[in-house]
């Protein structure tokens, strides 16, 4: 019988597996947070004489906020939550360590362009299999390896080629965003280290106690972030 078929086939959404479209989505949704929150940057920190404490008071901002995040995971869980010594010390640890690299990545996005730190994000699945194979005996395989390489070599070319076409790096914003990646690679290394004895739900409500416990110590021990903070609530938020 002869085959009526073009011979051709092409990609549709159904064909995608179920991790390339996760993946993608990340990617997507990563590179719009950064848009968005340079946008927040500049439209509220631009004209004042301390803009570069202004990542300090979104973070303040953000951890304060999270209170209603908690309110409603509450409300989500009835209340009925699990918790064990080792699953509350990591999801803390977690949370703090999701106020820290969110910081480091203000810092970042505010000292340069998104073109130069939206690619360094993707170093996190770098740092996320190295901290796995320290942390949870995963095996890294010789394609895993060449990936990381890539990755990191990717990076670096994208901080990125000056316009005479010779390679210039800003270390200061390479750094802040290296760390920030490492970082967040930590903090669900933590995460998932918590949800080996305790529910989901119960290790997510603790992350929050942490990230808002992060931004209270900026508030109260950072007087520029403090001062950013009050300026942005009181002369911009409220208008």
Not at 25 to 40: H, M
Not at 92 to 118: C, D, E, M, P, Q
Request: charged share 15%; hydrophobic share 50%.
């Amino acid at each position: 019988m002869a085959d009526d078929s073009l011979g051709y086939s092409f990609l549709t959404i159904d064909m995608l597996p179920a991790w390339g479209i996760l993946g993608l989505g990340g990617v997507i949704l990563a590179v719009g947070g950064t848009l968005f929150d340079k946008y927040l940057l500049s439209k509220y920190f631009n004209d004042h004489d301390e803009s570069d404490s202004g990542p300090g008071a979104l973070v303040i901002f953000s951890a304060y906020f999270s209170v209603f995040i908690i309110a409603g995971l509450v409300i989500y869980n009835s209340g009925e939550f699990s918790f064990t010594k080792q699953a509350v010390v990591y999801s803390l640890l977690a949370g703090i360590l999701n106020g820290l690299w969110i910081l480091l990545y203000l810092k970042a996005i505010n000292r340069s362009g998104v073109s130069k730190t939206a690619p360094l994000l993707q170093t996190i699945p770098a740092f996320g299999l190295i901290l796995a194979y320290f942390t949870l005996g995963e095996v890294l395989t010789t394609q895993q390896i060449i990936a990381m390489t890539t990755l990191l070599l990717g990076a670096v070319v994208l901080m990125r080629i000056s316009s005479d076409h010779r390679l210039k790096i800003d270390f200061r914003t390479f750094g802040l965003m290296l760390s920030s990646a490492f970082l967040v690679a930590l903090s669900q290394t933590f995460f998932k280290l918590a949800t080996v004895t305790t529910d989901y739900c119960s290790a997510t409500l603790v992350l929050w106690f942490g990230f808002l416990f992060f931004g209270m110590v900026l508030h109260l021990g950072v007087k520029g972030y403090r001062k950013q903070f009050n300026y942005m609530f009181a002369d911009r938020v409220k208008r």
